[in-house]
């Protein structure tokens, strides 16, 4: 039996691509070993690491201007190999500053060169519940770069419409909405998306970098840190984490077999107005600290009365089967993370659990 799975990540999967994983686990393709045990130069493994990548190549519509990279690692290495590539100690980069992540993204930046803070939505308790205005940002024409996280997985806030930083690089941190809806790639010269929430196991960031981003990078630094190195390597230089792209490619298949990222935004809209509205119509006992436009579609947060409320909420909610609610230790409250393994009827079925607890409790 699966459970509703709500994690924040690592998140659930969808059942298919396990399904086909499992089914090829000891055998792949007739090989007679499992896809783990190939060697990443032979014809099996590329077939596979090929396919991830034109995959997320046309689910997301990447232009031919960019590269699409799978880099070893988390999205907090990002933090550290961006501005290694594109800072140096004479030169600095713009931060707009949503959440915890974008806050440790700083802070990385700091070894390299000067994060300079272009926005700033911490409020008076520490807390961020909305996504800065166009007008707000103090942007830096001589930036290196501007760095945002397109969704902010702790506080559930989301970018609806992304900034324009004039002719400055843009950079984001996509770990936690990448894929929910098709975007426009020619806008950012890179984005970075750890894959444990929207594309597959932990262990691999997926990077889409402009080719001409990518050849300002820093050639001082070591070969293995350097964006160019995977690049050059389609991503082989060294061996990548195999089963974990290989996942990767079982998901993307999965994404593009029920109908792509456009059907995928359509359950997500509907996944996200369901909980809300849930939320809305019970307001006077579930509390959603963030502002309506900021709202995210793949992290919803709220509270209840008190603490002992929100443990009962948690734990009668796992009970009925729907497990990963509990919110962040930073943030505490409630958590409900609706990436794109979460279907319509996990969601029904999590409403109407919330009216009844709150016709209850209330
Ligand atoms: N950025 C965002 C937006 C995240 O949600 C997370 C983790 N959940 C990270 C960065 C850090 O990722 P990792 O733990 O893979 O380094």
Not at 4 to 12: M, T, W
Not at 59 to 75: K, M, N, Y
Not at 241 to 248: M, Q, V
Request: glycine share 8%; hydrophobic share 40%.
């Amino acid at each position: 039996m699966r459970v509703i799975n709500f994690n924040p990540g690592p998140a659930g999967l969808p059942t298919a691509p396990l399904e086909r994983a499992r089914d090829e686990l000891l055998d792949f393709q007739g090989t007679g070993m499992s896809i783990i045990e190939h060697s990443h130069r032979g014809k099996a493994y590329e077939a596979v690491h090929n396919e991830a990548i034109s995959l997320l190549k046309e689910l997301l519509s990447v232009p031919d201007t960019h590269e699409i990279l799978f880099i070893q690692g988390g999205a907090s290495q990002q933090f550290a190999q961006v501005p290694m590539n594109f800072l140096t100690k004479d030169t600095s980069a713009d931060y707009l500053v949503t959440g915890g992540w974008s806050e440790k993204a700083v802070e990385e930046a700091r070894y390299y060169g000067t994060p300079r803070i272009a926005a700033n939505t911490v409020n008076a308790d520490k807390r961020f519940t909305r996504i800065p205005t166009q007008a707000e940002l103090q942007l830096d024409p001589k930036a290196a770069y501007v760095h945002m996280t397109s969704n902010n997985t702790l506080f559930g806030t989301q970018w609806h419409t992304f900034p324009d930083v004039g002719q400055v690089p843009l950079v984001a941190d996509m770990s936690s909405d990448i894929l929910w809806k098709p975007i426009d790639v020619s806008r950012f010269a890179l984005i970075y998306a750890g894959a444990q929430k929207n594309i597959g196991p932990s262990g691999i960031v997926l990077v889409l970098v402009h080719k001409d981003f990518l050849a300002k990078g820093r050639k001082d630094i070591p070969k293995v840190f350097r964006y160019a190195t995977y690049a050059e390597n389609n991503s082989l230089y060294n061996t990548p984490p195999t089963f974990s792209i290989y996942l990767c490619r079982n998901v993307l298949a999965w994404i593009k077999d029920v109908g792509g990222v456009k059907q995928i935004e359509a359950w997500n809209r509907e996944k996200g107005e369901l909980l809300y509205a849930a939320i809305d119509r019970n307001a006077g006992f579930y509390r959603a600290p963030v502002e309506k436009a900021s709202r995210s579609y793949m992290n919803v947060v709220f509270r209840l009365r008190d603490e002992k409320l929100e443990e009962a909420f948690v734990a009668e909610g796992a009970k009925a089967g729907m497990v990963g609610m509990k919110g962040h230790r930073i943030t505490g409250g409630i958590r409900v993370s609706l990436y794109n393994a979460v279907t319509v009827d996990h969601v029904k079925t999590l409403v109407s659990f919330m009216d009844d607890f709150a016709k209850r409790n209330g």
